[in-house]
């Protein structure tokens, strides 16, 4: 199962981005995708997830700022970024788990795409 990242840049505080990831290859299901981030110097760290039923989960420094979706059908997740800070400046992972066949589950990252917000 690949995953592919698209969306990042550079963008000034205040602004926004919209970040996509598809998952692609032998998927029999999805349980939940998700995004990740990780500074430099930092550990990689939970931003936002979604379970293939819709149940959101974010971490407290993006409450009210980061909206994450996703099209069930085109196997994709989304993130809206809004009102974005520096310290929001990371590579961005995209994650999701499932099952490649009845019995054969995964749980695969994509490759990262950078965000960078400047002050």
């Known amino acids: 199962v690949q995953l592919v990242e698209s969306g990042g840049g550079l963008v000034q505080a205040g602004g926004s981005l919209r970040l996509s990831c598809t998952a692609s290859?032998?998927?029999?299901?999805?349980?939940?995708m998700g995004w990740y981030r990780q500074a430099p110097g930092k550990q990689r760290e939970l931003v936002a997830t979604?379970?293939?039923?819709?149940?959101?989960n974010y971490a407290d420094s993006v409450k009210g700022r980061f909206t994450i979706s996703e099209d069930n059908a085109k196997n994709t997740v989304y993130l809206q970024m809004n009102s974005l800070k520096p310290e929001d400046t990371a590579v961005y992972f995209c994650?999701?788990?499932?099952?490649?066949?009845?019995?054969?589950?995964?749980?695969?990252w994509g490759q990262g795409t950078q965000v960078t917000v400047s002050s």
């Open positions: 994650n999701a788990n499932g099952r490649r066949s009845k019995f054969r589950p995964f749980d695969n």
């Open positions: 979604i379970t293939s039923g819709g149940i959101t």
């Open positions: 290859g032998s998927i029999y299901s999805i349980n939940a």
